[in-house]
């Protein structure tokens, strides 16, 4: 059975409807990942994925692939 997450990655730089669709489609991208869900308002990436085949590390390490930095800290 997949184990579904969502996680909100809170993400500097995005500041147009290209960088939503860049950090969406690389994120997209990461097998296990079912959606991707930039807020370009708010700077956030909502990522919906699956826990036994992505983890939070791979998708920040796809964002700041994409040139994105990804805010750590709680
Ligand atoms: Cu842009």
């Not at 997949?2 to 669709?21: L, N, T, W």
């Amino acid at each position: 059975m997949p184990i579904p997450q969502s996680k909100v990655f809170r993400v500097a730089g995005m500041q147009c409807q290209h960088c939503k669709k860049t950090v969406e489609d690389m994120v997209g991208k990461l097998s296990g990942v079912e959606s991707v869900n930039v807020d370009l308002e708010a700077g956030t990436v909502e990522v919906k994925y699956n826990l036994e085949q992505v983890d939070t590390e791979a998708i920040e390490g796809a964002i700041a692939g994409a040139g994105y930095d990804v805010i750590k800290g709680d």
